[in-house]
């Protein structure tokens, strides 16, 4: 039993002392994020978007840009979750989440009812060549927590066109 606790503890320590994306070990000190805390609101918990989600998930979708560079320089900035909506059986609030994206590296705070995480991925991006694509590549769960298919000048939503999927609405802060 106590042999599992050491190697347990090891392993924690280990994964945590690599979770910096700087070259030191430590953490990355440019970016600053605010709070972003996951809260449940029941009273408040539907699922679907609002009129308003509605009108800037289809101002995206209708205004997205299409060529790779453009979308690129475009998504330079900061990030902030703005509209959620659940793909299966709405039950959970809108998560907390913050993209802080810069010329080289995406810096992801998402807090949700599954999944508590900050992220620092290089940003790469897929070419568009197959539809429906997330827009980044990165960590191997990053199509549940950031599932991008579309970005315009201030906006960015994914997944579109998928209908059991949890989508997500960032508008850009900065």
């Given at each position: 039993m106590?042999t599992?606790?050491i190697?347990?503890a090891t392993?924690?320590t280990?994964?945590m002392?690599?979770c ?9 000190k440019?970016?600053?994020?605010g ?9 408040d ?6 009129e308003?989600e509605?009108?800037?998930w289809q101002?995206?979708?209708d205004s997205k840009?299409v ?7 475009n998504?330079?900035g900061?990030w ?8 299966w059986?709405p039950?959970?609030s809108?998560?907390?989440?913050r993209?802080?994206i810069s010329?080289?590296?995406v810096?992801l705070d998402f807090?949700?009812n599954?999944?508590?995480t900050t992220i620092?991925?290089?940003l790469k991006?897929n070419?568009?060549s ?6 980044f ?6 199509g549940?927590i950031?599932?991008i298919t579309?970005?315009?000048e ?9 209908i059991?999927a ?7 802060v900065?």
């Open positions: 106590n599992k606790l190697f347990i392993l924690l280990f994964l002392s690599n910096s994306n700087d070259e030191d070990g430590s953490p990355n440019n970016i600053s994020i709070d972003c805390t996951f809260v449940q609101v029941d009273e918990m539907d699922g679907i978007f609002d308003q509605q009108a800037l101002d995206c979708i840009l060529v790779v560079e453009d979308i690129k320089e998504l330079i900061e902030e979750l703005v509209g959620h909506m659940e793909g059986i039950k959970y809108q998560p907390c989440s993209v802080v010329e080289n590296e810096f807090h949700s599954f999944v508590d620092t991925f290089p991006l070419d568009g197959t539809s429906g694509s997330f827009l590549e990165g960590p191997q769960d990053l549940w950031l599932p579309s970005v315009s201030n906006l960015m939503v994914g997944p579109e066109g998928w059991d949890n989508i997500y609405i960032y508008e850009k900065d």
